[in-house]
């Protein structure tokens, strides 16, 4: 059984910043990918980031790139997602997910995170 649950999230003015974190828990190895998903209103789930804690690499979608900054912490299976600089159209429910597949590259699609935590509302007011 794995466990996957998310923290933060809120409300903020653009150009403010707020920090989400995910812990993952249970039968989990070393080789797992996480990564951050997002849904707006009336608008599909999207990939935001993602980081493998096999060897630390990341991905970025293109509307997050150089503001989001996705880091972990192996110790305690916890990744982060720090959102600077953000944006009305950042306004969206931010889902963790985690990948035990042992992949050894970044898939963006949501099909192959087979864990995931319930979500959490970031609201972004102009």
């Known amino acids: 059984q794995v466990h996957v649950q998310e923290f933060g999230g809120g409300l903020e003015q653009a150009g403010g910043s707020l920090r989400l974190s995910c812990a993952a828990s249970?039968?989990?190895?070393?080789?797992?990918?996480m990564g951050w998903f997002r849904q707006a209103p009336g608008r599909e789930r999207e990939f935001v980031a993602a980081i493998s804690n096999r060897d630390g690499t990341r991905e970025y979608a293109d509307s997050v790139e150089g503001r989001y900054t996705i880091s972990r912490d192996n110790t305690k299976n916890t990744v982060y997602l720090k959102m600077d600089s953000l944006k009305p159209e950042d306004t969206a429910a931010y889902s963790c997910a985690l990948d035990s597949s042992r992949r050894f590259f970044i898939s963006r699609s949501p099909h192959d995170f087979d864990h995931w935590g319930q979500g959490t509302q970031v609201t972004v007011s102009s």
């Open positions: 249970g039968r989990i190895d070393r080789y797992y990918i």
